[in-house]
């Protein structure tokens, strides 16, 4: 019988993390305020699965606060021990191990689902899909699904366009005050951030080659841009790479890119973006990393030739390619800003988390009454969350003139 | 177990392993030092000379001694801040035959034992950081003081002390000023200092830079390197200065700028790099907006007065690893990242590998010229044509091909002359 969690005994470090991300949290301070005096989710039960760091902890504790039964899944790859440990100590129901196994994970997963859950906050789709799969037993109590990622509201669109969704989904993720935020700046800044923090290397001069150039991958390239390298865009969406060549980035076929590339990340969210054939093409010493979703991403098998070797710093692995070259992967082709970083920074995450909260919220006010089907999340969700971080920053914003405003509303030219 | 070893005062010699890989991957993205700096050391001239190296002892500096130990100098090393040793360097690099003499964390009076250790193995020359060991040496052994040949300085505090040292009468040698070297300046204290500072300020606090509002103190090479890198990832940056040179290239490049007062008192973070001390200090706490994070770029750990800061704070706590939180005259909260050493090497891992290749190729040339060359007592910077073939081998190993003027491209003057 495998515990649930590695380390209880690691509490103390985690809360002292989780204490310091929540004090530059006040948007989703203020969600949780909103929560708590409502009294919606009091004693209802809320499954979270989110990477599992001091952030998510913060809207694990919130919803907590608020009077809901709480639990936590976990990838191995995506857990802080000492957090889960943290959470655990709190009262909260966490299924996470950092050393699980891939037969670990999912018997983590499948305790998670048994634990019986009414709200999901979902990452990827991944509960949900199963819950809609090998474990329909448990469809009757879930209520519904706030879901985090562009990888996650993709399937999801495409179970409701099958007519396989049984419950209402609010698409997080498409909120402005997530997507234009977390999406962009954050990731962009983590990912690159842990890139470099990796491997010691400098970006000035150096040429980077950014797979998929959607919101993540803007955000990539302008870090990797503002911290001195030649950007090049890789794309299949014509709009996109058009976007691209208008930033100032020359856009170019992967194959191509590979010849000249010193480093090289995804942000796609689709598997095989990169694979063995293109790695081949590389030049030796160049770094791989994954700032989409994670394995088959990045993708080495296949081709005899292309041979993961050791590991020759934390989290940077070599791959022996013909021709006694060698390129690096990171975080062996995880999200490296989770695995070998901490993630988003707080601030990012306080947006994305506060409409997390506020999705929540609505569905446990209104989500019995919503028909299976994947909804934006309510305007003011966003609007709330953009004012209580600008108030936090001591910005001030304009409001319309009665003329400015009769003026947006009527159609008829003077 | 090795003389070298036996001689060595280090941590923990079992942390070997963990060091050699770090060092092996510094040698891994090292190509001006392997290419231009091994083929010039390879003359033979450091046959048996004894070299003191005395920068912070991580990876590459830990690299470089080994290239100096192959071209078949003695060499000795040690940390130039306790804050900023690797132990597992120091560690693999006794392992490599390589008597070190530096421990991370240690108290300041064993920190000065070790350099004392390491003058006492009367190093003819020295490459050094902050000039700490010239200035010990100058001070605690005089006479071995007199007999060193020369003096090579990584950074612009040690290039100051070491100008007041020739200036006073009391530099009986030459030194290489080889933070002046343009393949150092221009690249270290700018991009290297500048990156790695964003970079470690953003791990050690897991803060988004994006709509932060950040205080520069001090607009030198690394100031506007840290001040540029905060723009770019999207901060605003307010710069602090006391020069109307460098205050004039700051507003021109964009900057806000602004006296200190005024600069921190609605900025998130506060990072000095004056290269002098209390930048930041007792007078200027109580500007600082509740919940500030300082962190200090510059030589000095003394840049930040963190000491002051503990005197007038009720309690002290870590709050995560490398954030220390003072509760400030027992009503305001102020963090400083890395107890106010410098946050890139003492809360990260120190400059970019690519980076340090240049400056220590600068460090590695301007000790063979203080070996080969024949120069006077006082303070000397590398020949143009040795900073030039720094840049041409870099370039090289990145496959960058440059023009050269044609005949008819030069200008015309010598007709007037």
Known sequence: MTENIVSPGSAAEGLSRIEWAKQFMPALFEAGQDLLESGALAGRRVGIVLALEPKTAVLALTLSEAGADVAVYADAASTRDSEAAALASKG?????????DEATDVLLLDRFIDWGIEFLIDDGAVATRIIHTSRRDMLPTLVGVAEETTSGVRPLRVMADEGALEVPCLAVNDCDAKQLFDNVYGTGQSVVMSVIDATNTQLQGKEVVVVGYGLVGSGIAGAAHGLGARVTITEIDPIKALKAVHDGYLVQPLREACLSGDVFITATGVGYSLTAAEAQLMKDGALMAVGGEGPPEIDLTGDPSVRLGDEVRPHVREVHLDGDRSVFLVADGHCSNITAGEGNPIEIMDLSLAVQCRAVHHLAEKGAGLRPGVYDVPPDVANATARAALARKGIAIDTPTAAQELDASSWRTN | MSAEADRSTIADPSLAPAGRQAIAWASRN?????????????????????????????????????????????????????????????????????????????????????????????????????????????????????????????????????????????????????????????????????????????ALTNFLMAGKRVAVIGYGWVGRGIANYVRALGGRAVVVEVDPIRSLDAFMEGHEVAPIADAIADADLVITATGGMRAVGSTHFGHLKPNAVLANAGHHDLEIDVAALHQESSGVRTVREGVSCFDWRGGKQINVLAAGALVNIAGGLGHPIEIMDLSFAVQGLSSHELVVGDYAPGVHVLPRRLDEEIARARLASEGVILDSLADDQFDTMQEWI
């Not at chain 2, 130990?69 to 392992?95: C, H, I, M, W």
């Not at chain 2, 421990?103 to 250790?117: F, M, P, T, V």
């Not at chain 2, 100051?160 to 204290?189: E, I, S, T, W």
Request: aromatic residues 6%.
């Open chain 2, 30 to 202: 090292a190509p001006v030092l392997n290419g231009l700096l091994r083929k010039r050391l390879g003359d033979g001239s450091f046959d048996g000379v004894r070299v003191a190296l005395v920068v912070h002892l991580e990876a590459k500096t830990a690299f470089l001694a080994t290239v100096l130990a192959d071209a078949g100098a003695r060499v000795v090393v040690a940390g130039s801040n306790p804050q900023s040793t690797r132990d597992d360097v120091a560690a693999g690099l006794v392992d490599m035959g390589i008597e070190v003499h530096s421990s991370r964390g240690s108290a300041y009076e064993q920190w000065e034992k070790d350099l004392l250790s390491v003058a006492d193995t009367k190093p003819e020359y020295i490459i050094d950081d902050g000039a700490e060991l010239t200035l010990r040496m100058a001070k605690h052994r005089p006479a071995l003081f007199e007999e060193l040949r020369g003096v090579s300085e990584e950074t612009t505090t040690g290039v100051a002390r070491l100008h007041a040292l020739h200036d006073a009468g009391r530099l009986p040698f030459p030194v290489m000023a080889a933070n002046d070297a343009a393949c150092k300046y221009m690249f270290d204290n700018r991009y290297g200092t500048g990156q790695s500072t964003v970079q470690a300020v953003l």
């Open chain 1, 92 to 100: 909260i129901a966490v299924f996470a191990r950092s050393d699980a």
